[in-house]
């Protein structure tokens, strides 16, 4: 907590306060709250000018603001983030008081979440493989660059449509079964299976697919990567035809 007069001039404040910004009481109660002093930064990481200070307005203003984030940048460089609430307060020679916590770990696991997601996206998207998205139900929410490139389809083709449309005949009851099992395990590894692209041909590919599931277990969504080892199934068949013929004629010799 942080307390002014009515020129912004600090008054008092509380240990936690004192905690929180790094500074000794005799150094925070010597400053303004549009002090320039203070080193304040916006949550995209850009100056945060004092019109835009929670205190601020609400001083100038005479209205409560609420739920401002803000980064306070101390002597060393290191980034405190904070939630400001400040408040008139209708006290004869004060201004206004301020309450803020310390958000510093909550936007670390933010920013955490947001590069973790990026590098998924990237891999998603860039990924020499077939990539999808797919909900509880078995419908593509999602699917990458590459699948839709191979396969020949648009990605309006492919979205919002069951996943057994990829799917050949030739093993369709295989991939339901996997899928009704993969409700249970969450999870699909190294499953041989046959998709069809857009003008019919067939193609194999091995299936690994992972679930992502809330605080609960219960599942979100899924992440299927298909690895195509079609030329590699090609190459494999002609390799028995081969030796087969190669049998065949050392046993007539």
Same mark, same amino acid.
């Given at each position: 907590?942080?307390?002014?007069? #009515?020129?912004?001039?600090? &008054?008092?404040?509380?240990? *936690?306060?004192?905690?929180?910004?790094?500074?000794?009481?005799?150094?925070?109660?010597? +400053?303004?709250?549009?002090?320039?002093? !203070?080193?304040?930064?916006?949550?995209?990481?850009?100056?945060?000018?004092?019109?835009? !200070?929670?205190?601020?307005?609400? &001083?100038?203003? =005479?209205?409560?603001?609420?739920?401002?984030? $803000?980064?306070?940048? =101390?002597?060393?460089?290191?980034?405190?983030?904070?939630?400001?609430?400040?408040?008139?307060?209708?006290? *004869?020679?004060?201004?206004?008081?301020?309450?803020?916590?310390?958000?510093?770990?909550?936007?670390? %696991?933010?920013?955490? @979440? %947001?590069?973790?997601?990026? +590098?998924?996206?990237?891999?998603?998207?860039?990924?020499? $493989?077939?990539?999808?998205?797919?909900? =509880?139900?078995?419908?593509?929410?999602?699917?990458?660059?590459?699948?839709?490139?191979? @396969?020949?389809?648009?990605?309006?083709? @492919?979205?919002?449509?069951?996943? !057994?449309?990829?799917?050949?005949?030739?093993?369709?009851?295989?991939? =339901?079964?996997?899928?009704?099992?993969?409700?249970?395990?969450?999870?699909?590894?190294?499953?041989?299976?046959?998709?069809? #692209?857009?003008?019919?041909?067939? +193609?194999?590919?091995? &299936?690994?697919?992972?679930?992502?599931?809330?605080?609960?277990?219960?599942?979100?969504?899924?992440?299927?990567?298909?690895?195509?080892?079609?030329?590699?199934?090609?190459?494999?068949?002609?390799?028995?035809? &081969?030796?087969?013929?190669?049998?065949?004629?050392?046993? #007539? $010799?």
């Amino acid at each position: 907590i942080t307390i002014s007069d #009515t020129q912004g001039n600090i &008054l008092e404040t509380n240990v *936690e306060a004192e905690k929180i910004l790094g500074l000794g009481k005799d150094e925070h109660e010597g +400053r303004s709250i549009d002090g320039e002093e !203070w080193k304040i930064i916006r949550p995209d990481g850009s100056d945060m000018p004092p019109e835009e !200070w929670a205190s601020v307005i609400a &001083l100038k203003e =005479k209205r409560v603001v609420s739920g401002c984030e $803000m980064g306070i940048v =101390k002597s060393d460089n290191f980034i405190t983030w904070i939630n400001v609430t400040a408040a008139p307060l209708p006290i *004869e020679g004060y201004g206004v008081v301020v309450t803020y916590n310390d958000i510093t770990e909550k936007k670390q %696991i933010e920013k955490s @979440l %947001i590069d973790s997601e990026y +590098r998924f996206r990237q891999f998603f998207e860039n990924s020499g $493989m077939y990539c999808y998205k797919v909900s =509880k139900d078995g419908i593509i929410i999602d699917v990458n660059k590459k699948a839709l490139a191979e @396969l020949g389809y648009s990605r309006d083709e @492919l979205v919002g449509r069951t996943l !057994w449309k990829i799917y050949s005949e030739k093993t369709l009851d295989k991939a =339901k079964r996997l899928f009704n099992d993969f409700k249970m395990s969450n999870r699909i590894l190294n499953e041989e299976l046959y998709i069809r #692209t857009k003008n019919g041909d067939e +193609r194999c590919v091995i &299936l690994n697919a992972d679930a992502v599931v809330d605080h609960d277990g219960e599942i979100l969504h899924s992440t299927s990567i298909q690895t195509d080892i079609t030329d590699r199934k090609i190459i494999e068949r002609e390799l028995l035809k &081969l030796k087969n013929r190669n049998t065949i004629i050392l046993e #007539t $010799m």
